[in-house]
């Protein structure tokens, strides 16, 4: 899922400026299991930001409101209503869904209340770690379903470098070396020749240093379209 | 009443979200044993302070409370194993909210006691009051506007 944490209270507050009536927007998909844009911390920011105005003499009028996906235009659909109510939008989705709200509504001005950090998973209740830097050529079959990419520092495709320590990235202590990872789980599985195979450059313009991406399915666009 | 009424505001309101194994039959006790405890301390009761959740005292301190008090389990004790551990955390963190929000962080407080423990549910809810007391009432509280 994308993993994201919210930014502080005084940087939201500077992004609402002096605008009067704000909607928290949250959004019920993988902000929500991670604890940072669900309908809860939605309705905890909107306190938050109705006290702290309050006590900085200046109340600002906070409503909270959840969709399902902030990144689908039928769910924005659902809450129209309530932002045309308001004078500023206060998205707590990752930030596709600050920019799906900025496109579905135009007249609008939307701003962040999360920063979008990396696509993870729980590895425990409370602690989120990266697994995808979706790159677009997807490895993880030559690896043992270990990404080099996303878990070893410099995304080396025949690691691992000088800087493996005792099972650690150089980087720090906490990050585990996704080569050395990559070399246990073969071993275990009996298939550590794999590695003996070297990989080529990787075609990094499947990621992004080939530009904004985007995909068409022809077989699951609707009506006629022109060829 | 406590000498908060006295003075021209209302008297001091402070929740106190109290553990039913432990903090609310320390309560229950100190009652039975006549003893007394500021009556400014309103009792919420809990399955467990495991239970308290950041928008529930949030929401509290917003309506106008002037403190909250989640009293659990001693440490070890907790029927559920940790739900006083978690309580604490909990704690700790609304508080640093509550500093980014611009209200005294010490308007929240985590005690932890067992149910025989009625003499210090009593010093606990005197310690609280007095605390709350020299913050004075809640800068949200809506009639105080």
Sequence with gaps: ?227 | MSDSSSANHPPLSILAYCCEHCAYAAADLAGSLRMQYPPNIRIVRLPCTGKIDVLIILQALEDGADGVMVAGCLPGDCHFLEGNVNAKRRVKHIRNLLGEIGLEPERVRMYQLSSAMAGEFVRISEEMTREIEKLGPNPLKKNQR
Excluded at chain 1, 76 to 90: H, P
Excluded at chain 1, 108 to 132: H, M, Y
Excluded at chain 1, 216 to 223: A, F, I, N, V
């Design chain 1, 1 to 227: 899922m994308i993993i994201a944490e919210q930014k502080k209270l005084s940087e939201i507050t500077a992004l609402l400026g002096d605008a009067s009536k704000v909607l928290v927007i949250g959004c019920g998909t993988c902000v929500t299991v991670c604890f940072a844009g669900g309908s809860r911390e939605a309705a905890i920011l909107a306190a938050s930001l109705r006290m702290s105005t309050q006590l900085a003499g200046n109340g600002k009028q906070v409503a909270d409101v959840t969709v399902q996906r902030q990144c689908e235009w039928e769910y924005l659909d659902q809450i129209a209503e309530q932002v045309k109510e308001a004078d500023i939008l206060l998205s707590l989705g990752c930030g596709i869904g600050v920019q799906a709200i900025a496109e579905h509504f135009p007249d609008k001005w939307v701003v962040p209340g999360l920063n979008t950090s990396f696509l993870g998973l729980p590895v425990e209740q409370g602690i989120w770690s990266e697994r995808c830097a979706a790159c677009g050529d997807c490895i993880l079959g030559l690896t043992g379903g270990i990404c080099p990419i996303a878990r070893c520092s410099k995304s080396l495709l025949n690691g691992p470098c000088g800087g493996s320590e005792a099972g650690h990235c150089e980087v720090s202590k906490d990050i585990p070396c996704a080569w050395q990872l990559i070399y246990d789980r073969l071993s275990s599985l009996g298939k550590v020749e794999m590695l003996y195979e070297l990989q080529p450059p990787k075609n990094w313009q499947k990621a992004r240093d080939g530009g904004p991406r985007k995909i068409t399915r022809e077989d699951l666009l609707l009506g006629e379209k022109e060829d």
